[in-house]
């Protein structure tokens, strides 16, 4: 493989005390659903998320395993999961350089955090490392590339589609990257489709436009934000004006790639 790309990096410790709000419309439970069955279906004991954040996946799974474990690097984010008094352990560390001997994990699983990775691919092997033999790594979130999916971000903040480009790998070449690492039946399947249209106004008040709200928009500078703000100002004022409501759409699927470890 050629050298690292520059990744933009997301300041998770400053965004620590608000990510939660994105959790508040409590629509993000058949993620966790899909979770919770494969970790039974494997009957996991052990179970390692790498990029935890605030806990909200650990919490969702709790139930099932007794030894569950969250990494992540951001300690402002441990410290919030953390608050959340789980039955969990909390780790500081890296997904490249996962701290844990081979065969520690019946299922290892990340959620919208594999393309804040430096180095993904070697996560996905590291992943395999620390994994028991038929064991399972789950990488959960969505593709940009992904067709049918709209979101409105995208249109009035500009670059920030093309930076998602370069951010996410697609399923196709994390699906690759698992094959030749040492996993098999490695399938995609789709979880959640998050449909979330805002009408007129109401789009002001999507917690999702708040500047630490989501990653594409952490990533902005302030001006490049403050225009984006300002061409949904305008383009409400005008569609008010013909007596119009604009609707600003989210439609994004939310897909789980899986893969078991083959035997050594
Ligand atoms: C978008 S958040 C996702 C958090 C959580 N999985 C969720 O879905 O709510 C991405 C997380 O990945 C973590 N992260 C970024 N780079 C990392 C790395 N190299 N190793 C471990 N964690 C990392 C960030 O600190 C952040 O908490």
Redesign the pocket.
Known sequence: MGGLMARPKVD?DRIAPE?DQRYAAGTNTLRGEALLALAVGLHADRIL??????G??LAAIGSVAQGLVG????SG?LHQAQQRRGPWGLVR????RLPFEGDSFDLVF????LH???RPRTFVHEACRVLRSGGALAVVGSDPRERGDSWYVYDYFAGTYEADLRRFPAWETVAGWMAATGFERIARVDVERIHDPKCGRAVLDDPFLSKTAC?QLALLTAEDYAAGLDRIQVDLARAEARGQALVFRTDLSISMLAGYRAER
């Not at 998320?49 to 605030?54: A, H, P, Q, S």
């Not at 990494?71 to 951001?74: A, F, G, H, V």
């Open positions: 998770y990510y998320e790498v990029g935890c954040g605030t909200h996946w990494l992540d690097l951001s984010m560390g890296y997904a490249r990340c959620v919208n955090a804040h990775f430096e990653s």
